[in-house]
């Protein structure tokens, strides 16, 4: 019965972050929670963009460097609408079948 008990998985504690919460994953470096919850933890990273981890299975480190500052896309302008070209002899244009 000594070899029983190497089978068994040990449990861990998982630690579920807070939506907002700064980490840092060793791949990917800062970012922040989106989403996390028993089975998956989505970071919106500083440099990558966001991704989706398996919670159980990722590993982050709380940190305190802050959210960088979003800069906004500008706005495109949008330009006039040209001006639909009417018949020069003021006749309306129709199509004979």
């Excluded at 840092?24 to 028993?38: F, K, V």
């Excluded at 981890?53 to 959210?67: D, G, M, N, R």
């Amino acid at each position: 019965m000594a070899g029983a008990s190497s089978g068994k998985i040990k449990e861990q504690a998982v630690k579920i972050y807070a939506k907002g919460d700064r980490v840092s994953q060793p791949q990917y470096g800062p970012g922040t929670i989106a989403e996390a919850n028993s089975q998956h933890t989505v970071i919106e990273f500083d440099q990558h963009g966001k991704r989706t981890f398996v919670t159980s299975l990722v590993v982050l480190e709380a940190t305190t460097e802050p959210a960088p500052m979003k800069t906004r896309a500008a706005r495109r302008v949008k330009r006039p609408a040209k001006a639909a070209a009417a018949p020069s002899d003021g006749a309306t244009a129709t199509r004979k079948a």
